[in-house]
Nanobody, 125 residues
Framework: QVHLVESGGGLVQTGGSLRLSCVAS????????MGWFRQAPGKEREFVAA????????YVSSSVKGRFTISRDNAKNTVYLQMNSLKPEDTAVYYC??????????????????WGQGTQVNVSS
């Protein structure tokens, strides 16, 4: 079991920045892939970025590449999503998730085993 607690959402103006945090706890999560997803009103949940907890290797979706960065702090058991140059279309509920498979990346929600509660990000125009 892995427990994920998210924070850092809020309201920001277009062009601003925001950093989301996800604190992970539980057994064996250090071997997992950690991912960020988002879901805007009336739309499907969308993959944003992923990181291998142990390796630190990352993958970022094309829709946010160059603006968003995923990272982790092993000492704090925390995964971050740094969001810069925010746009109104980035408005969504952002979720932290964990994939227990031993290797590879996935952008599919069904491949992730554990989910945080979500944190709301609103970008005003």
């Amino acid at each position: 079991q892995v427990h994920l607690v998210e924070s850092g959402g809020g309201l920001v103006q277009t062009g601003g920045s925001l950093r989301l945090s996800c604190v992970a706890s539980g057994r064996t999560f250090s071997s997992y892939t950690m991912g960020w997803f988002r879901q805007a009103p009336g739309k499907e949940r969308e993959f944003v970025a992923a990181i291998r907890w142990s390796r630190g290797s990352t993958y970022v979706s094309s829709s946010v590449k160059g603006r968003f960065t995923i990272s982790r702090d092993n000492a704090k058991n925390t995964v971050y999503l740094q969001m810069n140059s925010l746009k109104p279309e980035d408005t969504a509920v952002y979720y932290c998730a964990a994939d227990s498979r031993p290797y590879g990346y996935s952008s599919l929600t069904n491949d992730y085993d554990y989910w945080g509660q979500g944190t709301q990000v609103n970008v005003s125009s």
